[in-house]
């Protein structure tokens, strides 16, 4: 079974415009939400978090909402750029045994058009 | 450069022929992992390492063993690849704050 989803495979969305990426879970004990983006060829690299205990964070371009009670949370980039096309992956994690360990979502394939 | 590297980049095997992959980083970060991307499966974590001296498996360590030689490095070994296990490997390490350091992966395809 799958614990952190990404129902939507592929977006598009024009230059300039918002992208808003959605990721749902379905264990409430997730104390920690990440998003990473991956380019072709290469590994994830680190987007931006948010704890349990927050329901937005931001970080430039970047906004991560958390709606704890639908077990949600959705990444919104404005104003996509043509260097934002990449997959984004979810991630939530539960701290076991000293370490995070970080359950993925399937990926969401984001282009924005010039 | 600071960071995760894997080694090889790619590998063609035979079914039931072995070999290790290998990863090793710099930051002094406690934990470290190993993940296959499979098409439409997302990122599956196979092993990880809280601490040198301590392993655990993931959702998907069936096939599998790991190593943590030291703190640097932490390898994965087929012992008998199949098929099944054509993917893309990458090995991340957490030293705390935000997230995983992820190496470049390694694309595996066992024929």
């Known amino acids: 079974d799958q614990q952190v989803k990404q129902n939507s495979p592929s977006l598009s969305v024009q230059e300039g415009r918002i992208s808003i990426l959605n990721c749902d879970y379905t264990?409430?004990?997730?104390?920690?939400f990440l998003w990473y983006k991956k380019y072709p060829a290469e590994g994830p690299t680190f987007l931006i978090s948010?704890?349990?205990?927050?329901d937005k964070n931001e970080d430039g371009r970047f906004t991560v909402f958390l709606n704890k009670s639908a077990k949600h949370l959705s990444l919104h980039i404005v104003p996509s750029q043509p260097g934002d096309s990449a997959v984004y992956f979810c991630?939530?994690?539960?701290?076991?045994?000293?370490?995070?360990?970080?359950?993925f979502g399937t990926g969401t394939r984001l282009k924005v058009l010039a | 450069n600071a960071g995760v590297t894997q080694t090889p980049k790619f590998q063609v095997l035979k079914t039931g022929q072995s070999m290790t992959l290998q990863c090793a980083q710099d930051?002094?970060?406690?934990?470290m992992y190993w993940y296959r991307q499979d098409p439409g499966m997302g990122l599956r974590l196979i092993y990880y390492?809280?601490?040198?001296?301590?392993?655990d498996k993931g959702e998907v360590p069936n096939g599998y063993n790991v190593s943590r030689l030291n703190k640097r490095e932490f390898s994965l070994r087929l012992e008998s690849a199949a098929p099944s296990q054509t993917s893309v490997y990458f090995c991340?390490?957490?030293?705390?704050?935000?997230?995983?350091?992820f190496g470049s992966g390694t694309r595996l395809t066992v024929v």
């Open positions: 991630a939530a994690s539960l701290s076991t045994s000293g370490t995070y360990k970080y359950i």
């Open positions: 264990n409430s004990m997730f104390d920690y």
């Open positions: 948010i704890s349990s205990i927050k």
């Open positions: 930051m002094n970060h406690n934990s």
């Open positions: 390492s809280a601490s040198e001296g301590t392993t």
């Open positions: 991340a390490s957490w030293g705390g704050g935000y997230g995983y350091t």
